[in-house]
């Protein structure tokens, strides 16, 4: 299973950006897939999740109510989105999306990654 994280760039602060993981080789079929991100110095942290039905979702109390995760079914491929407003300079990091199959939101229980886009928040 591959993930490929992209949609990251440099937006001012109260912008809006949309990130997009691409799943393929597989399915993630009963896992989660979620979204964490790290800034320099500072550990992996969760930002939400949402499960593979796409009927449940959960996110980390910084980005509710402006964050939205979303998934969405094309040939051959599901594409987890992340729709990020009202974006913060705290907000700078390297998102990275990932398959788990737990509820945690440590990310070392998540067992499948992608690599990290940036995003960067100017003030």
């Known amino acids: 299973v591959q993930l490929q994280a992209s949609g990251g760039g440099l937006v001012q602060a109260g912008g809006s950006l949309r990130l997009s993981c691409a799943v393929s080789g597989g399915t993630l079929s009963n896992y989660f897939t979620g979204w964490f991100r790290q800034a320099p110095g500072k550990e992996r942290e969760f930002v939400a999740r949402?499960?593979?039905?796409?009927?449940?979702?959960?996110?980390a109390d910084s980005v509710k109510g402006r964050f939205t995760i979303s998934r969405g079914n094309a040939k051959n491929t599901v594409t987890v989105y992340l729709q990020m407003n009202s974006l913060k300079p705290e907000d700078t990091a390297v998102y990275y999306c990932a398959g788990g199959k737990s509820i945690s939101t440590w990310f070392r229980s998540y067992d499948y990654w992608g690599q990290g886009t940036q995003v960067t928040v100017s003030s």
């Open positions: 949402i499960s593979w039905s796409g009927g449940s979702t959960y996110y």
